[in-house]
């Protein structure tokens, strides 16, 4: 973890035991301004880490905790979060929990504070050096979890930020060297490996080495090794081949397809390394299953539900890619009769558009859970399928994981039991989540299910809009109070953020059953026969609009 220490002091002269005392006896932070108190949080943190203190580490946290209760400015409450992610992440360090384990509640809180620290305002307000820490902290977090797909973009937008900031560099090629071993794509892990690769070798380049921290090199030089071992000198060096693909026959298809690159949409691991023409295809499939008809679904069964979250998935995309492009007003709407509420509303072909590219991508993440109680024989009632509480016995938290989850060693399966951490539930042991949106997400496809969502054009001024000075008698008559109010901008932005985690579990999805599978395979008698039955692919021609 990168460092949250700012320049020393004079007391820091004195033995760091004596320092550790006299910041963790204190009882509270009167008598310090803001910035004092986070200078005294950012040193107790580090010294904590540092002399294997965990009392110390806890006391930090209370003594943020009372920071943020004051009225503070949006850098310093970015900050504040900052070094609370970092207190929380040295606590898991401290704690002697198998790195492994499924629930790591420390870890919990890590990935939290550090999210909140980057929203908002306050994070304008950073130094690039911190901003690319926090950055850089989530992917290392996010990956250890299991949660490949967007680990990879933290360091690629704290790379943006600081193009030398090797820690991310480093970190991203380590960690694409596990996600490459996980594709069941031989051309596809070998080109992952190469970019690995390329980012291990520019960490440890005389120039990125001065900026690594602590002993990570060792971790990037045993990568460096590995995958020199696996690949040939002659593909390493060779320029890797990515572009030179077609991205379509028509304008239109290009500029569609260019866009889903750019936002890393398409259903293949390739679109992780950057927007390359070589990954403009969905083409992530399943690997080969074996399965028991008489224990559970078949073959074509488990083939064709992942068939179904696909088309799904790429189908709220090409909604969503539409919705936010309108150019002109569609034939569907003309002559059609509206009032003008005075809120500047957005209604048109577009705008439902994109709210049915959400209801879509958000129903995906159940049926993934259908997915997965089918595949690995669950035998949670249809009914209680939900994504956020299938991984527990009884569906409670409280009960603790199911024994297929408990002690199992499948990394991307762990990765979408994580993703299930971001989703709100109004039940208990689920109303905590990772994402600090997930309330908000929740109530947003509540309303488009079951009630009214309305969204608004820049115009408005927003829910604390006064008409112009108007009575409040007059304000509450022209208040819409039966909707949920959103502009449309930051619904089309939640939207997108959605569908990229919808993709995320999608490819988590299928590498964890490509990692099953091959663990069934393992413990299968070498002797037992396998009926085989081939598969073909379903043609373009038949998908007729």
Same mark, same amino acid.
């Given at each position: 973890?990168?460092?949250?220490?700012?320049?020393?002091?004079?007391?820091?002269?004195?033995?760091?035991?004596?320092?550790?005392?006299?910041?963790?006896?204190?009882?509270?932070?009167?008598?310090?301004?803001?910035?004092?108190?986070?200078?005294?949080?950012?040193?107790?943190?580090?010294? &904590?880490?540092?002399?294997?203190?965990?009392?110390?580490?806890?006391?930090?946290?209370?003594?943020?905790?009372?920071?943020?209760?004051?009225?503070? &400015?949006?850098?310093?409450?970015?900050?504040?979060?900052?070094?609370?992610?970092?207190?929380?992440?040295?606590?898991?360090?401290?704690?002697?929990?198998?790195?492994?384990?499924?629930?790591?509640?420390?870890?919990?809180?890590?990935?939290?504070?550090?999210?909140?620290?980057?929203?908002?305002?306050?994070?304008?307000?950073?130094?690039?050096?911190?901003?690319?820490?926090?950055?850089?902290?989530?992917?290392?977090?996010?990956?250890?979890?299991?949660?490949?797909?967007?680990?990879?973009?933290?360091?690629?937008?704290?790379?943006?930020?600081?193009?030398?900031?090797?820690?991310?560099?480093?970190?991203?090629?380590?960690?694409?060297? @596990?996600?490459?071993?996980?594709?069941?794509?031989?051309?596809?892990?070998?080109?992952?490996?190469?970019?690995?690769?390329?980012?291990?070798?520019?960490?440890?380049?005389?120039?990125?080495?001065?900026?690594?921290?602590?002993? &990570?090199?060792?971790?990037?030089?045993?990568?460096?090794?590995?995958?020199?071992?696996?690949?040939?000198?002659?593909?390493?060096?060779?320029?890797?081949?990515?572009?030179?693909?077609?991205?379509?026959?028509?304008?239109?298809?290009?500029?569609?397809?260019?866009?889903?690159?750019?936002?890393?949409?398409?259903?293949?691991?390739?679109?992780?390394?950057?927007? @390359?023409?070589?990954?403009?295809?969905?083409?992530?499939?399943?690997?080969?299953?074996?399965?028991?008809?008489?224990?559970?679904?078949?073959?074509?069964?488990?083939?064709?539900?992942?068939?179904?979250?696909?088309?799904?998935?790429?189908?709220?995309?090409?909604?969503?890619?539409?919705?936010?492009?309108?150019?002109?007003?569609?034939?569907?709407? $003309?002559?059609?009769?509206?009032?003008?509420?005075?809120?500047?509303?957005?209604?048109?072909?577009?705008?439902?558009?994109?709210?049915?590219?959400?209801?879509?991508? @958000?129903?995906?993440?159940?049926?993934?859970?259908?997915?997965?109680?089918?595949?690995?024989?669950?035998?949670?009632?249809?009914?209680?399928?939900?994504?956020?509480?299938?991984?527990?016995?009884?569906?409670?938290?409280?009960?603790?994981?199911?024994?297929? +989850?408990?002690?199992?060693?499948?990394?991307?399966?762990?990765?979408?039991?994580?993703?299930?951490?971001?989703? +709100?539930?109004?039940?208990?042991?689920?109303?905590?989540?990772?994402?600090?949106?997930?309330?908000?997400?929740?109530?947003?496809?509540?309303?488009?299910?079951?009630?009214?969502?309305?969204?608004?054009?820049? +115009?408005?001024?927003?829910?604390?809009?006064?008409?112009?000075?108007?009575?409040?008698?007059?304000?509450?008559?022209?208040?819409?109070?039966?909707?949920? &109010?959103?502009?449309?901008?930051?619904?089309?932005? $939640?939207?997108?953020?959605?569908?990229?985690?919808?993709?995320?579990?999608?490819?988590?999805?299928?590498?964890?059953?490509?990692?099953?599978?091959? $663990?069934?395979?393992?413990?299968?008698?070498?002797?037992?026969?396998?009926?085989?039955?081939?598969?073909?692919? +379903?043609?373009?021609?038949?998908?007729?609009?």
């Amino acid at each position: 973890m990168t460092g949250s220490r700012p320049p020393r002091d004079r007391g820091e002269a004195e033995e760091p035991e004596a320092t550790f005392g006299r910041y963790s006896t204190r009882t509270g932070i009167d008598g310090l301004d803001d910035d004092r108190a986070l200078e005294l949080a950012g040193r107790l943190t580090d010294l &904590s880490l540092d002399l294997g203190r965990r009392e110390g580490l806890e006391r930090t946290v209370k003594l943020i905790e009372e920071l943020q209760t004051r009225d503070l &400015s949006p850098d310093r409450a970015a900050v504040s979060h900052y070094f609370l992610g970092n207190a929380w992440g040295n606590l898991r360090s401290l704690s002697g929990r198998n790195p492994h384990d499924w629930e790591q509640p420390e870890l919990e809180h890590e990935v939290y504070h550090h999210r909140v620290a980057l929203l908002g305002a306050g994070v304008e307000g950073l130094e690039q050096r911190r901003v690319c820490q926090i950055l850089t902290n989530l992917g290392n977090t996010m990956s250890q979890v299991g949660r490949s797909v967007e680990a990879v973009e933290y360091w690629d937008r704290a790379l943006t930020e600081l193009p030398n900031f090797s820690m991310a560099r480093g970190a991203r090629g380590y960690h694409l060297s @596990y996600y490459a071993r996980y594709l069941h794509d031989p051309g596809h892990e070998a080109l992952m490996l190469k970019f690995a690769h390329a980012d291990v070798e520019e960490a440890l380049s005389p120039v990125g080495r001065r900026l690594l921290e602590g002993r &990570s090199h060792e971790a990037f030089e045993s990568t460096k090794t590995y995958i020199e071992g696996y690949l040939s000198t002659e593909y390493l060096l060779a320029d890797p081949e990515v572009e030179g693909f077609t991205l379509g026959d028509s304008e239109e298809e290009i500029e569609y397809r260019r866009w889903c690159l750019d936002n890393r949409l398409f259903l293949n691991p390739l679109n992780d390394l950057g927007p @390359y023409p070589v990954a403009a295809v969905d083409v992530l499939v399943l690997p080969t299953i074996v399965t028991n008809h008489e224990e559970g679904p078949s073959g074509p069964s488990i083939l064709g539900l992942y068939n179904q979250l696909k088309q799904e998935f790429v189908s709220a995309r090409y909604l969503y890619y539409e919705g936010t492009r309108p150019q002109y007003t569609h034939f569907s709407d $003309k002559d059609v009769r509206l009032y003008d509420t005075f809120d500047h509303p957005a209604y048109s072909l577009a705008v439902e558009k994109t709210k049915i590219s959400f209801r879509m991508a @958000y129903s995906i993440l159940d049926k993934v859970a259908f997915f997965l109680n089918g595949y690995l024989g669950l035998g949670v009632p249809d009914a209680k399928v939900y994504f956020r509480t299938i991984w527990y016995e009884d569906q409670k938290k409280a009960r603790g994981l199911a024994p297929a +989850f408990r002690e199992a060693e499948n990394w991307p399966l762990r990765g979408l039991f994580w993703v299930s951490k971001d989703l +709100f539930e109004n039940e208990p042991g689920f109303r905590d989540a990772l994402e600090p949106d997930a309330r908000e997400l929740k109530e947003i496809r509540h309303a488009l299910e079951h009630r009214y969502l309305k969204l608004h054009e820049v +115009f408005w001024p927003g829910p604390g809009d006064d008409y112009g000075g108007a009575s409040p008698q007059a304000i509450a008559a022209l208040k819409d109070s039966l909707a949920v &109010s959103r502009y449309r901008r930051d619904f089309e932005a $939640k939207a997108l953020r959605l569908l990229k985690l919808v993709r995320a579990s999608l490819i988590y999805l299928c590498l964890a059953v490509h990692r099953e599978e091959e $663990k069934r395979s393992n413990e299968r008698d070498p002797k037992q026969e396998v009926p085989m039955m081939r598969a073909h692919f +379903f043609e373009d021609v038949r998908k007729l609009s």
